[in-house]
């Protein structure tokens, strides 16, 4: 079965950093997606990870792990606009193009 | 503008009524999806479609239905069979190939609800 796995929510103050666990166990891997979803919108891309290591775009970061079926997303220099949920999905060894989805980790910047 | 347009944007369904969801997108994507979204859950798949005229069950597929005519179309419908239909509905699409780092883009949503 498929199973992925993020916290519920984080609090984090503007400025700072917050790093968003997932951890997967499915029946294949082929990349690992984050997306962020502000309340009542579409999910938009964030990153991309097929490989093990770190993943830099501007103030977000994304760490692949696939021995320990793990990643995190890392958002750097906290703003208020960053208040979201963040989605962490897997693409399983079906390499055409369905995803899983975590249920998401909702995270609040306040001032 | 390229992108993936849904519509309507809010949707009311009445008891043993049939509905269908629009959803078109001009990226000139291959493959595109139905999800459906409840609060505090993930997105799960409903449908999903890699060609025109060929879709396949995703893992909630029980009282939905689908069609593929065109590439750029992927309209769903929530039968009456459905009997929990209150949800956030989102359509994606994206390009096939790649490796599979090609990543989905998502329309808006649907948001649908009894009366």
């Known amino acids: 079965g498929q199973n992925i796995d993020q916290p519920t929510e984080m609090t984090a103050t503007e400025g700072a950093i917050v790093q968003i666990n997932c951890t997967y166990q499915?029946?294949?891997?082929?990349?690992l997606f984050w997306y962020q979803q502000h309340a009542g919108e579409a999910p938009t891309f964030l990153s991309y990870?097929?490989?093990?290591g770190l993943e830099e775009k501007g103030r977000f970061s994304s760490f692949l792990s696939r021995s320990k079926g793990y990643s995190y997303l890392l958002l750097k220099e906290l703003q208020m606009k960053d208040s979201a949920s963040y989605l962490c999905?897997?693409?399983?060894?079906?390499?055409?193009?369905?995803?899983?989805f975590g249920a998401g980790t909702q995270v609040v910047v306040t001032p | 503008d390229g992108g993936i347009t849904q519509s309507p944007k809010y949707l009311f369904r009445k008891e043993g009524q049939n509905v269908t969801l629009s959803c078109e997108q001009n990226?000139?994507?291959?493959?595109m999806y139905w999800y459906r979204q409840d609060p505090g859950q993930g997105l799960r798949l409903i449908y999903y479609?890699?060609?025109?005229?060929?879709?396949q069950k995703g893992d909630i597929a029980e009282g939905y239905s689908v069609s593929r005519e065109k590439k750029e179309s992927f309209p769903l419908t929530v039968t009456s069979a459905q009997k929990n239909p209150t949800a956030f509905y989102l359509c994606?699409?994206?390009?096939?190939?790649?490796?599979?780092?090609?990543?989905?883009?998502f329309g808006d949503g649907t948001r649908l609800s009894i009366l």
């Open positions: 990870n097929v490989l093990d």
């Open positions: 499915t029946s294949g891997f082929n990349g």
């Open positions: 999905a897997v693409r399983d060894g079906d390499s055409w193009g369905k995803l899983q």
């Open positions: 479609s890699q060609i025109v005229n060929d879709f």
């Open positions: 994606a699409s994206s390009m096939l190939g790649g490796g599979g780092n090609q990543p989905q883009h």
């Open positions: 990226l000139n994507h291959d493959a």
